[in-house]
């Protein structure tokens, strides 16, 4: 599932490139499940302020399938 629209995702997209985690670009914690539309939309905005948004995403996701 899309973390940002709740659809279903087609592809993991990283939140962090491998130009800036060379070692660890492909860990869990730095990928995201995003829908086409989403990750059309991830590559047309600022990497850094995608990135930050995305790891929001990431948590909230994260804390609502903990509860």
Do not use: Q
């Not at 993991?12 to 800036?20: A, V």
């Amino acid at each position: 599932m899309c973390v940002r629209c709740h659809r279903p995702a087609v592809v993991l997209h990283e939140i962090e490139p491998k130009s800036i985690r060379p070692k660890t670009w492909m860990d869990a914690d730095n990928r995201v499940p995003l829908c086409a539309g989403c990750h059309e939309w991830v590559h047309r905005n600022s990497a850094k302020a995608t990135a930050e948004y995305l790891r929001e995403c990431a948590k909230k996701v994260k804390e609502y399938v903990s509860e």
